[in-house]
């Protein structure tokens, strides 16, 4: 875009999740003139970058700083499944993209990594 040209949206950072929300609104409302600003040489460089994040957002279900102990020892898991409800949506969004040919093998974007959370202590409690 050229300088000083105004915008209906900035998104900052160049990553998946803007990627998806820019998308997601040109679908909504094609007029929408958006820009993405990023501080990296590239996009998807930093949080998207598979060795710093899932790659392609996350389902947050084995994230230890989304459930954090209480001091009575209780695990709250409110914002794991929060976070796990909005990747769902993602998923549902990607999905839709596929079915209509927005973009090529779904392979190519968005693959199952497993995750797996190592804890130990004294005590363990599952009540």
């Known amino acids: 875009m050229a300088q ?4 209906d949206v ?18 909504l409302d094609p007029s929408l003139k958006i820009e993405v600003v990023e501080a990296m040489d590239s996009g998807a460089a930093e949080s998207s970058n598979p060795w ?7 389902a947050g279900l084995c994230e230890l700083n ?9 695990i709250d898991i409110k914002k794991a499944v929060h976070i796990n409800t909005q990747f ?3 998923k549902q969004f990607w999905a839709y993209l596929i079915r209509k ?13 497993p995750h797996l959370s190592y804890v130990s202590g004294d005590k363990v409690s599952l009540s």
């Open 10 to 27: 900035v998104l900052v950072g160049a990553g998946i999740m803007s990627a998806t929300l820019a998308v997601l609104l040109k679908e």
């Open 88 to 90: 769902e949506v993602s």
């Open 52 to 58: 710093n994040n899932a790659g392609t957002g996350h």
């Open 66 to 74: 989304y459930t954090p102990q209480a001091a009575d020892g209780s």
């Open 4 to 7: 000083n040209e105004a915008v």
């Open 101 to 113: 040919g927005a973009f090529g093998a779904p392979k190519a974007f968005i693959n199952p990594v």
